[in-house]
């Protein structure tokens, strides 16, 4: 999921050209993602992570890295499985 989270946000969110994101990187503080592309990141990682992101949820805590996305979807997957 890292790879594929990486890669979109390279070929379709990046407001400029960009060989390497770190997993750490604030990606709406350096300007990698604007709002607009957060929004098609959310949207992508809803149908790639096979979850849905509740409005509360969508809080630049989940957001902020690559880090935090992956925490944010293994916590998403992990609360579904206990719910099943």
Known sequence: ???KIIDYIKSDLATETVEEIGLN????GSGLVDSVGMV?????????G???VAPEE????NFMTISH?????KRKRDTETKQS
Do not use: P, R, S, T
């Not at 990187?25 to 709406?28: F, K, M, S």
């Not at 098609?40 to 790639?48: A, D, R, S, Y």
């Not at 969508?58 to 805590?61: A, F, K, L, V």
């Open 1 to 3: 999921m890292k790879n």
């Open 25 to 28: 990187e604030d990606l709406l």
């Open 40 to 48: 098609q990141l959310v949207l992508f990682i809803e149908n790639e």
């Open 50 to 52: 096979q979850i849905i």
């Open 58 to 61: 969508m809080i630049i805590d």
């Open 69 to 73: 996305i992956l925490e944010y979807i």
